[in-house]
């Protein structure tokens, strides 16, 4: 795999967020970390499409991905994006199936796996945050394509489904995930990863 962010700048609202960030990796998982507040978690909005980048460009696999391509074909899990609360938890999953049957996982696997089949009748708003964090990562897996972008992802799991997820992420062959956050003993069993702080990374803070 092959991820290669080049002369990016963010702005969210007036505030400068990224100017000329440069990021390349050649590993299957990118680990980003920094201080809170840094701007990983709007990196992730932007590399998703769902903010625009103020300049710059994203290559995956020597491939140019405009905002468009970015919408179509990256999963992101993610707080910053919030679910309708009446919705039933079995009504996204069955959007999920039907929305993208080609997905590189099956749902039914990732339902045993964070085991929310107790969780399918209840709706959004009846959800714990482990719940939600879960119903989130299902929502990213279904989508990926291309690029996997899972924000701070263990936090509020069970020791079980995090080991699920670290897991699912290494077997995949075809596709790049990007995540953020301190995952400690969890994050230790990744492999071919690359690890960049964006402290210390082409940034500059307003």
């Given at each position: 795999m092959n991820l290669s962010l080049q002369n990016i700048s963010i702005s969210r609202g007036n505030k400068l967020i990224f100017d000329d960030l440069n990021i390349q990796s050649s590993s299957k998982i990118l680990h980003l970390t920094g201080e809170n507040g840094i701007g990983k978690s709007?990196?992730?909005l932007a590399l998703s499409g769902l903010i625009p980048f103020q300049s710059g460009s994203v290559n995956i696999n020597?491939?140019?991905f405009h905002r468009k391509d970015l919408i179509a074909s990256i999963g992101l899990s993610t707080t910053e994006i919030?679910?309708?609360p009446e919705i039933l938890a079995k009504h996204v999953i069955s959007y999920l199936t039907k929305r993208?049957?080609?997905s590189h996982y099956q749902i039914d696997d990732l339902i045993v796996?964070?085991?929310f089949a107790h969780q399918l009748q209840n709706t959004v708003a009846e959800l714990s945050e482990g719940s939600l964090r879960k119903l989130s990562l299902i929502t990213a897996l279904m989508k990926a394509q291309s690029l996997?972008?899972?924000d701070e992802p263990t936090n509020g799991l069970d020791a079980t489904s995090s080991h699920f997820l670290m897991t699912y992420i290494l077997a995949q062959t075809n596709l790049c995930t990007v995540l953020?956050?301190?995952g400690g003993s969890?994050?230790?069993q990744l492999t071919d990863v690359d690890i960049i702080n964006l402290d210390r990374a082409a940034v500059k803070n307003n």
């Open positions: 709007s990196l992730l020597d491939k140019v919030a679910t309708p993208y049957p080609d796996g964070f085991n996997l972008l899972l953020t956050g301190h969890v994050y230790s």
